[in-house]
């Protein structure tokens, strides 16, 4: 059984799965608009991954009796200035959300919820991925900088990224 305050920390981390789903689909869209598919297809990629991180703590929620929250749909940001500032925002709400996970654990600790302590390895590897996948990404744009045949080479390798996420990941 859940703590009332293990509940209560799981349920704000179902929201920010829910919201980090909405980033990724909104930039999706941007990119989409912006003429690259590649850099499009890896955010529909990852907007679907936030939703499955979503979903695997909706059913630990349940599945520990307690209930989950369906989290409100908020509105992202839907402008973005370039593709450099994009994954710069990217970037830092992954180092966010990888704090929240931190923060979780040591709630988790806290009660002496070994349970959920466990099942929260996951997520703490799960980040380690997003973020450094975030800053490799982040890297090559600032090594393409304004050189138009770089990004278009660039939106394309991107492709191969999504096709490298395994379904265990997702
Ligand atoms: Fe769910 O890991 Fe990104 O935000």
Redesign the pocket.
Known sequence: MLSDRMLEVLNKQIK??GD??Q??LSMAVWSENKGMEGVAQFMYG?AD??RQ??LKLIRFVNERGGKAIVPDIAMPANEFDSLKKMFEILLS??V???KS?NDIVHVSLEERDYASNNFLQW?VS??IE?EALARTVLDKINLIGDDKGGLYLFDNDIKSIVANISPEQQ
């Open positions: 920010l799965e980090s789903s980033i990724y990852h991954e936030e991180h979503m709400h992954e966010f959300v990888s996970i997520y799960e980040q997003e």
